[in-house]
């Protein structure tokens, strides 16, 4: 009994292993279900996340086919593309912060995070509005990652209620945990 108490002692005072390992766990049930819950409850923060993907990423060679040129293609101009967030695009391994926004505030051009469950695909999706609709007080829109060559089937039509928030912030490398974590999953 007193090895059992002196080993509780010191693990609760981290003098060793299980320790360490006990600590992580605490700080990250603390942070997902008491932090994060207070920070979307109590600030216009809707969401936190991670690019994992380069689909939004301007370092590829295609970046002129795929974005520029299709933009012109599809009717938008210079003038119009100059005025959008992120006009370079998110690179992967950003940290990005949504923001709650009402239909009428995402506009063509905004980044948006939306959930998608198509085909088996359970993701949340970080990719560019370039068409939004109205129909009868209901609100869609279609994004493009802007170094796809196209908008995928499941980017077509996204109902108000799939989407997260505007991202507003993005923080270069701070994402890269969540990356590294994604990749490793994927490998699994």
Do not use: C
Not at 42 to 68: E, K, R
Not at 74 to 95: A, C, E, L, M, V
Not at 124 to 131: A, E, G, Y
Not at 176 to 187: E, H, K, Q, S
């Amino acid at each position: 009994m007193a090895e059992y108490r002196r080993f509780l002692s010191d693990t609760l005072k981290g003098k060793n292993y299980l320790s360490i390992a006990l600590y992580i766990v605490v700080f990250y049930l603390v942070f997902v279900y008491v932090a994060l819950p207070a920070v979307y409850a109590f600030t216009p923060i809707s969401y936190l996340s991670a690019v994992v993907s380069g689909s939004m990423s301007h370092d590829v060679s295609t970046i002129q086919l795929t974005y520029y040129n299709w933009l012109y293609q599809h009717g938008f101009n210079s003038s119009t593309i100059s005025k959008w967030p992120f006009q370079n695009g998110i690179s992967i391994g950003s940290f990005v912060i949504a923001y709650k926004a009402s239909p009428s505030q995402i506009k063509v051009g905004d980044v948006i995070i939306y959930k998608v469950n198509y085909e088996g695909i359970k993701e949340d999706v970080i990719h560019r509005v370039i068409n939004e609709t109205d129909i009868n007080g209901t609100y869609y829109y279609t994004t493009k990652g802007d170094a796809n060559p196209v908008s995928y089937p499941f980017e077509i039509d996204i109902p108000y209620s799939s989407v997260i928030g505007k991202v507003g912030t993005v923080i270069p490398y701070l994402g890269y945990p969540r990356y590294a974590l994604y990749v490793l999953g994927n490998l699994i």
